[in-house]
């Protein structure tokens, strides 16, 4: 497993004004010459010197539908890796997807590799005397009376290669967005005593599994870096991988409270990475796109305290001036890697387009992008929440 980067706790730009206001001027150039050969997807945790030159703003699902549906030949994609990678499996040979960095990896990704996901898939089909989905001629089936199978569920946070072997097993990537529909959707392919295998973010499932009705002792966790409990193991309806957001781990019970104490009626909504607790102490918990519905229904001069990235916190409280919308996190730390993405790295790409030079593209093998397309469009084909 790799070393995990820490949050940083600063959003202020480290350009002067000047230098800002001319590397904006950059990118709105170099944009207005690509027209529509070019579109730039921007995920809601970019900082809004990114976001102003989107085409289109979402959390990964959204992005992941947008770049499918793009007929633009160079998709800019203004989010971390694994977003660029499924958005170069979900969009056709002819086009191109770049990043401003490629250093803009995610830390909860990284806690889930193949060679981990492999050792833990072949203990669990034998130890608990599981069937793969792959050996059925349509894995796609609802499992029939009798049988057991073990199904597998990426997160979207995960990379191309793991998102392959999910597809290979007749699994489904799945998002915040709609991670009760796939839950449902692994179960019946699963069958009654069949298992979901579920990974990296043990928090995603565990908080959707427990709002679907089942209980802590339905679940059990995988941790790769040490020994299986097979009692609870075998018992289990979920295997749920031992990984987590660094930055929604941050958000607490105690900031709830304190919330409450200055504004007794104060409203809280937190992401379904944060810890069970946490979404346990709000009064709502849901994706990016769930949390933007949220602020928007919440009635006018409603204190919000929100359980995610600053970004995203910041950009909605400047977006309805009648409501106050707070970071429950008084460090205020934004995603690290989501950071990464810089103006000045964006000007750089689209001038380098311009140019007729592509850096930065991402590129998945054929060999992995036809197993794990077949993950990514179940997942589409999923409603979302």
Not at 26 to 31: E, F, P, T
Request: aromatic share 6%; glycine share 6%; proline share 5%.
């Amino acid at each position: 497993m790799q070393s995990l980067p820490l949050a940083i706790c600063s959003i202020n730009d480290d350009e002067s004004d000047a230098d800002s206001e001319l590397t904006r001027q950059r990118i709105l150039s170099a944009k207005q010459q690509l027209g529509n050969k070019v579109m730039i997807l921007g995920h809601h945790y970019q900082r809004d010197s990114i976001v102003e030159h989107a085409d289109e703003t979402g959390d990964s699902f959204l992005l992941a539908r947008k770049a499918a549906d793009s007929k633009a030949e160079y998709i800019v994609f203004c989010g971390v890796h694994f977003m660029a990678e499924s958005a170069d499996i979900l969009t056709s040979n002819k086009q191109k997807v770049v990043m401003p960095n490629v250093r803009a990896g995610c830390s909860m990704a990284d806690m889930a590799d193949l060679p981990d996901v492999e050792a833990c898939w072949n203990e669990l089909l034998n130890e608990c005397q599981l069937d793969d989905p792959a050996t059925r001629e349509n894995p796609d089936s609802p499992a029939g009376k009798g049988e057991a199978f073990l199904v597998p569920v990426t997160y979207m946070n995960s990379s191309a290669d793991l998102k392959a072997f999910v597809g290979y097993h007749g699994g489904v990537v799945c998002t915040s967005s709609n991670a009760a529909g796939v839950l449902e959707w692994a179960l019946e392919r699963a069958g009654e005593n069949g298992k979901v295998l579920f990974f990296p973010d043990q928090h995603l499932g565990r908080n959707t599994a427990l709002a679907m009705g089942y209980q802590e002792e339905d679940m059990a966790v995988w941790n790769p870096m040490s020994q299986p409990d097979w009692n609870d193991l075998n018992t289990s309806k979920f295997v749920l991988w031992h990984g987590y957001c660094s930055v929604h781990q941050r958000f607490t019970v105690e900031q709830i409270d304190n919330l409450r104490k200055e504004n007794p009626d104060a409203l809280v909504i937190a992401h379904p990475e944060c810890e069970r607790a946490v979404v346990d102490a709000a009064d709502a918990s849901g994706s990016t796109e769930m949390i933007r519905r949220f602020v928007a229904d919440a009635p006018s001069g409603a204190v919000i305290g929100v359980g995610t990235e600053i970004h995203l916190v910041k950009r909605l409280d400047a977006q309805y001036p009648d409501k106050t919308v707070v970071c429950l996190d008084p460090g205020v730390c934004p995603c690290s890697t989501m950071y990464m993405i810089h103006p000045a790295f964006l000007a750089d790409v689209l001038e380098s387009l311009v140019a007729g030079k592509v850096i930065n593209q991402i590129t998945v093998s054929e060999q992995i992008a036809d197993d794990a397309i077949l993950a990514l469009n179940r997942m589409l084909s999923i409603p979302i929440e």
